[in-house]
């Protein structure tokens, strides 16, 4: 018999085989070594702009343990939990990942009431009424002419390109 009588899967231990009576033999002892699971470690993936190019899942952790995601590639439009299960015959466990898409935001701007010809043009606001900072296309408003102007984003916020149109009323002259 053996004592204990089962083999733990979870600690090494020394296990003693006693031989039945009667036989000429003697106990001995077996040693098993159990060797704990390594939770694969990865270094977190930056949030990114919902359209932007995702990055890849690496295909090894930090820690040496090779494996595949679940799913096998991140979305470049919505945030999601990926899931890595070691290869076979590394003692690892399975571990996840958080990935974050930060939507696109379409900045707002206030209209810019239509103006008279050959009045002063207003100036076109560097910053969106929701704190988009960004450049104008063109740069300034015409006091000659009705146009429609972009604005872009600064580098590095999650926002969209918009235009605002901008009137210029004709002069008139009087009969």
Same mark, same amino acid.
């Given at each position: 018999?053996?004592?204990?009588?089962?083999?733990?899967?979870? #600690?090494?231990?020394?296990?003693?085989?006693?031989?039945?009576?009667? !036989?000429?033999?003697?106990?001995?002892? +077996?040693?098993? =070594?159990?060797?704990?699971? &390594?939770?694969?470690? /990865?270094?977190?993936?930056?949030? /990114?702009? %919902?359209?932007?190019?995702?990055?890849? +899942?690496?295909?090894?952790?930090?820690?040496?343990?090779?494996?595949?995601?679940?799913?096998?590639?991140?979305?470049?439009?919505?945030?999601?939990?990926?899931?890595?299960?070691?290869?076979? *015959? !590394?003692?690892? #466990?399975?571990?996840? +990942?958080?990935?974050?898409?930060?939507?696109? &935001?379409?900045?707002?701007?206030?209209?810019?009431?239509?103006?008279?010809?050959?009045?002063?043009?207003?100036?076109?606001?560097?910053?969106?009424?929701?704190?988009?900072? *960004? #450049?104008?296309?063109?740069?300034?408003?015409?006091?000659?002419?009705? *146009?429609?102007?972009? /604005? =872009?984003? %600064?580098?590095?916020?999650?926002?969209?390109?918009?235009?605002?149109?901008? #009137?210029?009323?004709?002069?008139?002259?009087?009969?």
């Amino acid at each position: 018999t053996w004592s204990p009588a089962f083999v733990s899967n979870t #600690t090494s231990g020394t296990y003693t085989f006693t031989p039945g009576a009667g !036989q000429c033999a003697t106990t001995t002892t +077996l040693s098993v =070594t159990v060797t704990p699971n &390594v939770t694969p470690t /990865f270094n977190a993936i930056p949030a /990114f702009c %919902a359209g932007s190019a995702a990055p890849t +899942l690496p295909g090894t952790s930090t820690n040496g343990i090779t494996g595949t995601w679940s799913p096998a590639t991140i979305s470049n439009t919505s945030s999601a939990t990926y899931t890595f299960t070691p290869g076979a *015959g !590394q003692c690892a #466990t399975t571990t996840t +990942l958080d990935v974050t898409v930060t939507p696109n &935001v379409t900045p707002t701007f206030n209209a810019i009431p239509a103006f008279c010809a050959g009045s002063a043009a207003p100036a076109l606001p560097g910053t969106s009424t929701n704190g988009i900072t *960004g #450049t104008w296309s063109p740069a300034l408003v015409s006091n000659t002419t009705s *146009g429609t102007y972009t /604005f =872009t984003p %600064a580098v590095g916020l999650c926002a969209t390109t918009t235009t605002l149109s901008v #009137t210029v009323t004709p002069n008139v002259t009087p009969n």
